[in-house]
């Protein structure tokens, strides 16, 4: 078990063991944390069939069907990508009403909740409004206030975060023997995995240099062009760009305050016409931004 989830799982398992588990529950928090290896952990608790209450036994022919993949009353939703439809909902629905073929639990598993329809979450609400006898189910979202008040009424919720730094940055270094920056955490909310993800695929020299151009920028060191073709070239720009003026900007100083915020709001503006514009000028529209951060500063 991911060292930050231990805790999260020991309540869990506890909870198993004096058969309090929930019958539905949501597991949230930013991407990266691993939200997913604590469902398996519990699915495989809760289809375990030895008397062992803490962990799965990894013996008992449940656990071994769960690990060969082929196990009859675990379900889990496969699409990985866009939205959740009404259909998979409703198999969730059938696969419940099913009887137990190995006689335990049934557990299904709906990742990443936030990306149903509103279909599908009306479909997957009947559900929890009548839980079936020994089912189970376990939802992950990195975005909970996406989902429906009502869904998340009628589910037990357990909101996951790392809560010592230092876990997450002893994890690292055991995962990578790459230099962990100081933003690097904080910039990813503190999400172990995505900050591996970032050591692995290069990011963090890509982010280190768009922030440190930014930074030079600011101080009249780089030209606006040049600084518009660098930022440009990264997927994460809005990410980058947002740690950079509420985080970064903040303790250079140097800059009038009250147009500060007229920044921010028009950041948070670029940021939605990156996602709904289709056909934006992205160097125009970042070139119109980067003015405007030039123009607080004193």
Not at 173 to 188: A, C, G, K, Y
Not at 242 to 268: C, I, K
Request: hydrophobic share 40%; glycine share 6%; charged share 15%.
């Amino acid at each position: 078990m991911l060292p930050w989830l231990e805790s999260s799982y020991q309540q869990l398992a506890a909870l198993h063991q004096q058969q309090h588990f929930p019958h539905a529950i949501l597991l949230s928090g930013c991407r990266g944390l691993g939200k997913q290896t604590l469902v398996k952990a519990m699915a495989g608790l809760l289809l375990c069939q030895s008397e062992s209450q803490r962990k799965p036994c990894g013996q008992c022919k449940a656990c071994q069907l769960r690990q060969a993949g082929h196990h009859p009353d675990y379900w889990q939703e496969t699409e990985t990508e866009g939205r959740i439809g009404v259909d998979s909902i409703r198999q969730l629905s059938r696969f419940f009403h099913e009887h137990a073929q190995q006689g335990g639990a049934r557990v299904a598993v709906v990742p990443q909740a936030e990306r149903m329809t509103e279909a599908a979450a009306n479909a997957l609400l009947k559900t929890l409004e009548e839980p079936p006898k020994g089912g189970y189910l376990l939802l992950t979202s990195d975005q909970p206030a996406l989902l429906l008040p009502t869904i998340l009424s009628r589910c037990q919720q357990w909101p996951l975060a790392v809560q010592h730094v230092t876990q997450a940055q002893h994890w690292l270094q055991q995962q990578s023997d790459q230099t962990l920056p100081d933003f690097l955490l904080p910039l990813i909310s503190t999400a172990p995995l995505e900050a591996l993800h970032w050591l692995q695929q290069g990011l963090v020299e890509q982010a280190s240099e768009i922030l440190l151009q930014l930074e030079y920028y600011v101080h009249d060191k780089a030209s606006l062009q040049q600084t518009v073709q660098l930022a440009t070239k990264s997927q994460q720009l809005p990410l980058l760009l947002s740690w950079f003026l509420r985080e970064r900007l903040p303790s250079l100083g140097g800059y009038q305050p009250q147009r500060y915020w007229q920044l921010l709001q028009s950041f948070q503006h670029w940021c939605r016409d990156e996602k709904l514009l289709l056909g934006q000028n992205k160097q125009l529209a970042l070139t119109a931004l980067l003015i405007e951060l030039k123009r607080i500063m004193v």
